[in-house]
């Protein structure tokens, strides 16, 4: 894995002028071209045009050259055995497993992190005394019924008490987030590990789509395991794992979504590219080809709908990503010949691409209430009467008020923060907070903290604000798509929360892009290993830092492991966790 392998320095440039002499190329750029030569400029390999289309999957032989080459230069016999048995091991392995075993590995670590002690701390924190108790509620009614102020004492009592009266609840929030929480209460019972178990679930096999993911987008599996155990070892998304919240659900259909898509692009391309003559640009091929069926795009519409289900700024990523997908589809003509590329997506692609995505997010948002549908008892259920076209206008009426409360929530809260600050980090928020004396809780000292903050691993979110900056020069100068796809599933998740200023927000919104900071990070890392080209100390240095950043991303994770998890630790160990006043 190189560098080239992350940047794309070679894709998608243009089919001329890639050497000295090139057809096409002025006499004056030739000349200028061989002038350059003069000071070691070497012009880079022209790639051909179904690669540039459709770049080829790392070959599994290059990481087993790659890990013997490593080994023959361990200085100790003893490393270098092991480094042989390892690639005789390697060697084994088929093929079409290896895009597939580190993605698994990394999923099993993060799993096992997410799913331990998930019950603890027993306890109902923060708003999870809203979810918890609509998820049982809808499982048994159909609608969320009400609870009285004592509930949570009652649920978490010896013997269990479960204090649900039928009569309807004003909720603020569509069903389908709170369908997920309660199908692990179903299981497990209505305790913290039952409303917990679906989100631990959710978030570990998002680790694993994202390595999924890494791995397509860079044609790198190595960088896509770094980016999917980036992702396991952040501190956000770790604590949204182990807490029944709806933003994690969000993120998973929206992880699953820009899969889906990245699935549908390939795909497309491929039949683009199979369809040129003789594997050069055609504008009559590149402008009129029809690309077909899109059943990935149908699904990253179903997705999109399940996350605009879940919560509401799931509409904002269903509007980013329509537009992305059709742009691609854009640079994809172009890159085949197409002479008026912007032409050829209006008429061949924008109405697929609509119909693909927003028609299908609509059924299936109205689908999910499907529970309130099917009962008479739902709050605001019969406001416009009876009938399916009267339920449709009670609907219609009950999201208006949703409506209302959502962009006039400005209620104070001790944790509420600025979404300016959440790159940094500046307001986390304490989901649990506990302060045992000696003998409670384990606590062994005169006084203990239990505390589970729900806060990004630092090191991790500051590198990725300089990889932002890099994806945004990639994308503006480099004309890197794969940077312009990372700052979109980033702005998406970001930029709506700037237009409410006023509003009460939080910093745990923003696990919805974290995954995108994943692959800005990884992607940074891939270009500071040095291009395949570069002198054997470059590429050492560059490995250096790169094991470097990913160490200490890795020890900050673990050091902030106990108020991730509500573990007792002494009071002087907890002041010494709070870097910043703001953390507190």
């Not at 050069?280 to 069926?293: I, K, N, Q, T």
């Not at 830092?545 to 509500?566: D, E, M, Q, S």
Request: net charge positive; proline share 7%; hydrophobic share 50%.
């Amino acid at each position: 894995m190189t560098s080239e392998t992350a940047t794309g320095d070679r894709q998608d440039q243009a089919a001329d002028g890639g050497r000295p002499g090139a057809p096409g190329e002025s006499p004056g750029a030739a000349a200028w071209r061989r002038g350059l030569l003069r000071f070691g400029y070497r012009a880079p390999a022209r790639t051909p045009l179904h690669e540039r289309l459709v770049p080829p999957f790392p070959d599994p032989a290059d990481g087993v050259r790659t890990l013997k080459a490593v080994g023959a230069s361990l200085p100790s016999h003893g490393l270098r055995y092991l480094a042989e048995g390892a690639v005789r091991a390697l060697a084994a392995v088929p093929a079409r497993w290896w895009g597939w075993i580190g993605p698994v590995l990394v999923a099993l670590v993060a799993g096992l992190l997410r799913f331990r002690h998930l019950g603890s701390p027993r306890a109902v924190i923060f708003d999870e005394t809203y979810y918890a108790k609509d998820a049982w509620s809808l499982w048994r009614l159909g609608y969320e019924g009400t609870w009285p102020d004592d509930a949570n004492a009652k649920i978490l009592a010896d013997p269990q008490v479960v204090p649900l009266s039928p009569d309807p609840s004003y909720i603020v929030h569509p069903p389908v987030g709170k369908w997920v929480i309660g199908l692990g209460e179903q299981l497990f019972g209505l305790e913290p590990l039952g409303w917990r178990f679906m989100t631990a679930l959710l978030g570990t096999l998002s680790v694993l789509m994202l390595c999924r993911i890494g791995r397509r987008l860079f044609r790198s599996t190595a960088l896509g395991c770094v980016a999917g155990a980036l992702l396991a070892v952040d501190g956000l998304h770790f604590v949204m794992s182990r807490t029944a919240l709806l933003d994690l659900i969000v993120m998973f259909w929206i992880v699953a979504a820009f899969g889906c898509l990245l699935v549908d692009r390939d795909r497309a391309r491929a039949r683009l590219a199979a369809a040129l003559p003789d594997g050069r640009p055609d504008d009559a091929v590149a402008s009129r080809l029809s690309l077909g069926a899109r059943p990935w795009r149908l699904a990253a519409g179903l997705f999109l709908g399940l996350a605009c289900a879940t919560k509401w700024n799931g509409a904002y990523v269903l509007a980013a990503f329509g537009v992305m997908t059709v742009l691609w589809d854009m640079g994809s003509r172009r890159l085949a010949g197409s002479r008026s590329p912007f032409a050829s997506m209006l008429l061949r692609d924008a109405g697929p691409a609509f119909a693909s995505t927003v028609p299908v997010a609509a059924g299936v948002y109205v689908a999910s209430w499907a529970g309130w549908f099917a009962t008479d008892d739902g709050y605001h259920r019969d406001w416009g009467g009876t009938g399916p076209w009267n339920a449709l206008r009670s609907l219609w009426d009950y999201h208006a008020q949703m409506l209302k409360f959502h962009t006039n929530l400005s209620t104070p809260h001790n944790y509420e923060s600025n979404p300016w600050s959440w790159l940094v980090l500046g307001r986390p928020v304490s989901y649990f907070y506990e302060s045992p004396r000696r003998g409670e809780d384990g606590c062994e000292v005169s006084e203990c903290a239990r505390e589970v903050l729900g806060m990004g691993t630092p090191l991790l979110w500051w590198a990725a604000c300089f990889a932002l900056l890099y994806m945004l020069y990639r994308w503006f100068f480099r004309r890197d798509w794969r940077s312009g796809a990372i700052l979109c599933g980033t702005a998406a998740g970001l930029v709506p929360w700037f237009f409410f200023q006023e509003r009460t927000i939080f910093l745990f919104y923003a696990v919805v892009f974290v995954p995108f900071l994943c692959l800005a990070v990884a992607m940074m890392l891939g270009a500071l290993l040095g291009p395949a080209g570069a002198s054997e100390r470059r590429r050492l240095w560059g490995a250096a830092a790169a094991g470097a950043l990913g160490l200490l991303i890795a020890w900050n994770f673990a050091y902030f492991f106990p108020i991730y998890t509500g573990e007792t630790i002494p009071m002087a160990e907890w002041r010494a966790r709070m870097w910043f006043d703001t953390w507190i």
